[in-house]
C-alpha cells in the first residue's frame, strides 16, 4: 500500500479555481491507479476523476458526469504526485476531497487519504 497525503484544499468564491495536490510514498507509485473522490455533508461519498495505469507510462483519465470538463486530473509520476485542478467551481462542488490509490490488477482502491476541505462560497 501507498501513503497518501492531500493538501491544497480551501474557500474559494463560486467560479474560482483550485489545484488539489496528493503526495504518495511507497513504492511503484506509476503502478497504481489513482483517483479523486469527493464527500459533501450527508452525501455519499462519490467519484470525480482517475488516471489509470495501461501499460508502461501510459494512462488514461476519465470523470464523472458532473465534472463536464471543469477539472484536469494529472500525474507528475517522478514527484509521486497526483493533482486535480478544479475551474468553474460552484457551490456543490463544496466537499472534503480524497485521494486513493488501487494496486494493479485491484478491483477496489486500497489506501486512501485523510482528505482536503474544498468550500466553495456563492
Known amino acids: 500500500q501507498v501513503q497518501l497525503v492531500e493538501s491544497g484544499g480551501g474557500l474559494v468564491q463560486a467560479g474560482g479555481s483550485l489545484r488539489l495536490s496528493c503526495a504518495a510514498s511507497?513504492?511503484?507509485?506509476?503502478?497504481?491507479?489513482m483517483g479523486w473522490f469527493r464527500q459533501a455533508p450527508g452525501k455519499e461519498r462519490e467519484f470525480v476523476a482517475a488516471?489509470?495505469?495501461?501499460?508502461?507510462?501510459?494512462?488514461?483519465?476519465y470523470y464523472a458526469a458532473f465534472v463536464k470538463g471543469r477539472f484536469i486530473i494529472s500525474r507528475d509520476n517522478g514527484k509521486n504526485t497526483i493533482l486535480l485542478q478544479m475551474n468553474s467551481l460552484n457551490v456543490e462542488d463544496t466537499a472534503i476531497y480524497y485521494c486513493?490509490?488501487?494496486?494493479?490488477?485491484?478491483?477496489?482502491?486500497?489506501?486512501w487519504g485523510r482528505g482536503t476541505q474544498v468550500t466553495v462560497s456563492s
Open positions: 488516471s489509470s495505469r495501461m501499460a508502461i507510462s501510459q494512462y488514461y483519465t
Open positions: 511507497g513504492r511503484a507509485f506509476s503502478d497504481y491507479d
Open positions: 486513493a490509490a488501487r494496486g494493479a490488477g485491484r478491483s477496489n482502491y486500497e489506501s
